[in-house]
C-alpha cells in the first residue's frame, strides 16, 4: 500500500514515467484496476469515441436534469426550514478528480480536475451577470489622474502601475529613477481625450445581435451542429474515423471560440449602454518596450472593428475646407479601396454617394456594408458623411467621427530610416509616389519571379504554385518578417493559406510514402503533406525575397540579434533608453519548476524572478521587434506631444494616428517632422557606445553598412501614412 501511494503520486504527476519505474507501475496498476496501462488506455479511447457520439443527443437533456434536480432539491429545503427563509444552504461536490490516458505527443497519465456541471453552469451565468453590473477596470466619467510615477496615476482610488512589467523589479526599478517627463507628458495627454459611444452604430449592433448575429463580424448565437459518427466500425475504415475525430474536435473548438466572441461582444454591448448618454476617458498605461495601451479590458479603440465602431470623440469640430474630403478617404480606406491615390478614394465615396445615403437612412435595408473590410467604422462613416452633406453647409458641419492615417507596414518604414535604405523606403513609401507602394506585392513579384524560374526548370512544387500565389499567401510572412519570424512561423503562416486552396494540384509523393499516408500510418493524409511540403518550400522562398528587397534591414536585425546573444551570454537581460529616457528591460528568463505533492497528485509550479538566469535564445529573437517597437512607440509619443502644442485631438493605435476630420493635414505634418527629427539622431551609435559603456569586456561588432536615403523626403511623401 505504501508503494502504490507514492508511486500513483508520480503516475498523476504529469510527467513521463522513467524508464526504470515503468515495469513496477503497470505491475502496480493491473493489481489495482484488473488491466493493463494498455488495455486502460485502448478502452478509454473507444469510450471516448462512444462519448462523442452520444454527447450532443444528451447536452439538452443534461441542462434540463440540472435544472429540475436544483429545482426539486430547493424545494425540499425550502419546505423543511424551521425558520421559513426561502435560501438554504446545499451541499455538493463541485469538482471531482480523474486520470486521464493521453497518447500524444508522448503516452502518460495526466491527473485533471473537472468542474460539475451544474455548479459550471451557475458560476458562468453569475459571473457574466455580475461583471457586466460590476466589472473592475471601467472607462472614467472624470479625466484621468496624471501619471506622475510609476504607481501614480490613472483610475482615481484603483491602483495601476504605469508600465506593465511582467514582473520585473529591474524594470519598475528603472523606471523609478528615471526623468521621464516627455513621457508622462505624452500619456496625460492621450488620456485626456473624452470619448462618446456612436448611438447610431449601436442601435444597429444590438439589432443585428437580436436577430442572431453571424454578420459584419457579429458571432453567431448558434453552435455548430457535431459530425455524425461513420457507420463503419473504426477497424474497417479507420481514416473515415481519424476524419470525424478530427472535424470533431475543430467544431468543438470552433464552439468554444465562438462561445468567448459572444461573451466579449456581451461586455462591449453592456459597457456601450452603459455609457451612452455621457463622456467618459480611457485611462492608458505602456507596456515593457512603452507602447501605449488602455487600461479598460472591453470596449476601447484598441479594440476590433467592432469597438472602433462604438466609439467617437466627444468634442466635434468643423469639418473645415478639406474635412469632407478626408471623411470620403477615410470611407474607402474601411472598404478596403487603400491601394489607390487619395484622390481616387474620395472618388469613389463621390460615385458611390447615392448609396451612403441610402444606408444612413435605412442601414438595414442597403446591407453592403457587412461585406466591407471593417463594416461597423464603414457605417459609422456612412452616417457622418450623410449628416455632413445633408447638413447643406459640410465644411461647418461639426464632425466628432476620428479619422485614421496608418503606417505603410511601419515596422519596416523604422528600419529602412535605421539603415538610410532608399529601395527598402520607396517599397514602403518614405518618398513621395502618385499611389501608394504595396510591399506585399512588391515582395510577391519578387517570389513569382523565382517560381517562374524554378518551374522553367523543371521543379513540380514550383509549377503547381506557379500562378496560384496571391498577395493574400505571402502576407502575414512579410508584415511579421519584421518582428523576427522564424522559417517554421513562416511556414504554418503559409502552409494555412495553401490549405484554403484545394484547386491547386501538387506533384504526387512517393509511391511508399503515399501508401503508408493513405493507410492511416502517419499525422497527416496524402493531401496535408504535399501541402506540407509546398508551404516549406514557398517559405523558403519568401523569406529570400525579403533579404533581396531589405537587406539594409536584414543586416540591422543581424547586428542587434548578435549583440543581445553576447550580453546574454554574460548572464545579463537586454536593455536600452529610447529617445525619451524611457528604460526598457526585456524580462526573458528560464523558468524554475517547483514540485508540490498533494493529497491527490503532483503539481508543478513554475518561478518567475529576476534572479533566475536569462533566456538566452529569448533574448536574442526578441531584441530586434522590441527595439523597433521601442522607436515606433517613441515616435507616436513624439507626434503626440507636437499635436498638443497645437492644439489638435489625438489618439492612436500604435502605427494608426487618428484625429478630426478638420486636422488630418496638420497631424500628417506632424507625424512627418517627428519620423525625421526621431531618425536623425544617431540611434544606433548611442545604442552601441551605451552597450560597450556597461560591458566593457564585450567586443561588439561593427555598426552594419547604410545607405543614401535622404530622411528629409519624407517630409513630401504622401502616402508615408496613408
Not at 488506455?41 to 450532443?56: G, H, P
Not at 548572464?571 to 508540490?596: C, D, E, M
Request: hydrophobic share 35%; proline share 6%; aromatic share 8%.
Amino acid at each position: 500500500e505504501s508503494a502504490f501511494t507514492s508511486k500513483n503520486r508520480r503516475l498523476g504527476s504529469g510527467d513521463k514515467l522513467a524508464d526504470q519505474e515503468q515495469q513496477l507501475a503497470e505491475q502496480m496498476y493491473r493489481l489495482l484496476y484488473g488491466e493493463s496501462v494498455e488495455e486502460a488506455v485502448a478502452k478509454a479511447e473507444r469510450e471516448e469515441y462512444e462519448e462523442e457520439d452520444r454527447e450532443e443527443a444528451e447536452e439538452q437533456k443534461v441542462v434540463e436534469d440540472d435544472e429540475e434536480d436544483w429545482q426539486a432539491a430547493l424545494k425540499e429545503h425550502t419546505s423543511s426550514s424551521s425558520s421559513g427563509s426561502p435560501f438554504q444552504v446545499m451541499s455538493m461536490p463541485a469538482f471531482k478528480h480523474f486520470y486521464s490516458f493521453q497518447s500524444w505527443p508522448e503516452k502518460r497519465v495526466v491527473g485533471m480536475v473537472k468542474c460539475e456541471e451544474a455548479i459550471f453552469k451557475i458560476l458562468r451565468e453569475g459571473h457574466t451577470v455580475s461583471e457586466l453590473t460590476h466589472p473592475r477596470h471601467l472607462p472614467m466619467i472624470v479625466p484621468p489622474r496624471p501619471w506622475s510615477s510609476f504607481d501614480s496615476g490613472g483610475y482615481l482610488s484603483l491602483r495601476t502601475p504605469i508600465m506593465r512589467t511582467r514582473g520585473s523589479h529591474l524594470q519598475s526599478d528603472a523606471i523609478r529613477k528615471s526623468n521621464m517627463q516627455p513621457v508622462y507628458d505624452a500619456l496625460n495627454y492621450l488620456g485626456a481625450v473624452p470619448w462618446r459611444v456612436n448611438e447610431p452604430v449601436l442601435r444597429v449592433m444590438e439589432e443585428l445581435w437580436e436577430r442572431g448575429g453571424g454578420v459584419a463580424d457579429l458571432p453567431s448565437r448558434k453552435k455548430l451542429r457535431l459530425p455524425r459518427a461513420p457507420k463503419v466500425k473504426q477497424a474497417e475504415d479507420p481514416m473515415a474515423w481519424k476524419r470525424y475525430r478530427a472535424e470533431t474536435r475543430r467544431i468543438k473548438q470552433a464552439n468554444a471560440d465562438m462561445y468567448s466572441l459572444r461573451c466579449d461582444l456581451e461586455y462591449k454591448l453592456g459597457i456601450a449602454n452603459e455609457f451612452q448618454e455621457r463622456q467618459f476617458y480611457f485611462p492608458l498605461n505602456l507596456d515593457f518596450r512603452g507602447r501605449v495601451y488602455p487600461i479598460p479590458p472591453h470596449l476601447h479603440h484598441l479594440g476590433s472593428d467592432i469597438s472602433r465602431g462604438l466609439l467617437r470623440f466627444a468634442e466635434a469640430k468643423p469639418l473645415g475646407e478639406r474635412g469632407l474630403y478626408w471623411l470620403k478617404v477615410h470611407l474607402a480606406n474601411q472598404c478596403g479601396r487603400d491601394k489607390i491615390s487619395f484622390d481616387d478614394r474620395a472618388q469613389w465615396a463621390e460615385d458611390n454617394i447615392e448609396r451612403i445615403m441610402k444606408t444612413a437612412r435605412a442601414p438595414l435595408d442597403n446591407m453592403w456594408w457587412v461585406e466591407m473590410e471593417n463594416p461597423w467604422q464603414c457605417l459609422a462613416t456612412c452616417f457622418e458623411i450623410t449628416a455632413a452633406v445633408e447638413s447643406g453647409r459640410p465644411e461647418a458641419y461639426m464632425s466628432s467621427l476620428p479619422i485614421h492615417q496608418d503606417g505603410s507596414c511601419n515596422g519596416l518604414q523604422h528600419y529602412a530610416a535605421l539603415g538610410r535604405d532608399a529601395a527598402g523606403g520607396a517599397a514602403v513609401n518614405l518618398v513621395n509616389a502618385e499611389k501608394p507602394q504595396d510591399v506585399y506585392t512588391g515582395v510577391l513579384n519578387l517570389v513569382l519571379k523565382r517560381l517562374d524560374e524554378e518551374a522553367a526548370k523543371g521543379d513540380g512544387i514550383a509549377k503547381a504554385l506557379a500562378g496560384n500565389v496571391t498577395r493574400k499567401v505571402i502576407k502575414q510572412t512579410v508584415m511579421t518578417s519584421v518582428y523576427g519570424v522564424t522559417f517554421i512561423g513562416a511556414r504554418k503562416q503559409i502552409e494555412r493559406q495553401l490549405l484554403d486552396k484545394p484547386e491547386i494540384e501538387y506533384p504526387p509523393l512517393d509511391k511508399d510514402e503515399a501508401e503508408r499516408l493513405e493507410a492511416g500510418g502517419g499525422k497527416m493524409t496524402v493531401r496535408e503533406r504535399q501541402v506540407y511540403l509546398a508551404s516549406a518550400y514557398l517559405a523558403k522562398i519568401t523569406m529570400a525575397s525579403l533579404g533581396d528587397l531589405f537587406a539594409s534591414a536584414r543586416n540591422i536585425m543581424d547586428w542587434l540579434s548578435d549583440c543581445a546573444s553576447l550580453i546574454a551570454s554574460r548572464g545579463h537581460a537586454v536593455s536600452w533608453v529610447t529617445p525619451l529616457n524611457l528604460p526598457v528591460v526585456q524580462p526573458y528568463r528560464s523558468s524554475k519548476f517547483h514540485k508540490v505533492r498533494t493529497l491527490v497528485q503532483s503539481v508543478v509550479l513554475t518561478d518567475h524572478n529576476d534572479l533566475l538566469p536569462v533566456h538566452p535564445s529569448r533574448q536574442r529573437t526578441a531584441f530586434p521587434p522590441n527595439f523597433v517597437h521601442s522607436l515606433d512607440s517613441t515616435h507616436m509619443l513624439m507626434t503626440a506631444l507636437e499635436c498638443q502644442e497645437r492644439g489638435l485631438t489625438f489618439a492612436s493605435v500604435h502605427d494608426s494616428y487618428w484625429t478630426h476630420g478638420s486636422s488630418v493635414d496638420d497631424m500628417s505634418e506632424s507625424l512627418r517632422r517627428q519620423f525625421v527629427r526621431l531618425y536623425s539622431a544617431p540611434i544606433l551609435e548611442d545604442l552601441r557606445d551605451s552597450f560597450m559603456l556597461r560591458y566593457p569586456d564585450i567586443d561588439f561588432p561593427p555598426l552594419p553598412e547604410r545607405g543614401d536615403l535622404d530622411l528629409n523626403l519624407v517630409m513630401h511623401a504622401r502616402y508615408f501614412f496613408n
